[in-house]
């Protein structure tokens, strides 16, 4: 089967509006958190063409890697510990404009210029994951990621049940 996705629109929020649907089609019938964050992972990388994308689970106390796409990364991260770790312990979603001004940012690749980190939530509201996406320039995320990948992340959360 080849699979590919089609983007449409001229702003962020409308190739978000466009990439949606098509991952939910893509991982709806998928009973595997791999598989699926590896889907996602792929599809936010071709369709925003940023740094790093992907996926840190919680597992024994810390964040452990996931499927991404983009250069190595940190292989664990601890709660509070940099941008996801952060997000984990504040289980709320973080815009960083440029990584060097965030206090205790673990740099796991000195191109990574500014980051968004995504909480991924359980059934009873804990953080189970963290979806995160680095781009190689200073102040690229905003509100509109945030609310569209918070979106993303809530689809993953029936893997945490």
């Not at 709806?28 to 598989?35: H, I, S």
């Not at 964040?63 to 996801?84: D, E, H, M, S, T």
């Not at 289980?91 to 206090?103: A, D, H, S």
Request: charged letters at 20%.
């Amino acid at each position: 089967m080849s699979v590919g996705l089609v983007l449409t629109g001229k702003t962020k929020g409308e190739r978000y509006q466009s990439l949606l649907p098509q991952i939910r089609v893509l991982i709806e019938d998928e009973t595997d958190l791999v598989a699926a964050s590896a889907i996602i992972s792929s599809a936010l990388a071709m369709a925003f063409k940023w740094w790093w994308a992907g996926f840190y689970i919680v597992k024994e106390h810390q964040l452990v890697l996931g499927p991404f796409q983009g250069p190595i990364a940190c292989a664990r991260i601890a709660w509070g510990k940099g941008v996801c770790g952060t997000a984990w312990k504040e289980n709320k979603t973080l815009i960083v404009p440029n990584v060097e001004e965030f206090p205790g940012h673990i740099a796991c690749s000195t191109l990574s210029r500014s980051e968004i980190a995504v909480p991924i939530r359980n059934g009873e509201g804990l953080v189970a994951g963290v979806l995160d996406v680095d781009s190689e320039y200073i102040d690229c995320f905003d509100d509109t990621d945030a609310k569209y990948l918070e979106e993303i992340a809530c689809l993953l959360s029936r893997f945490f049940e």
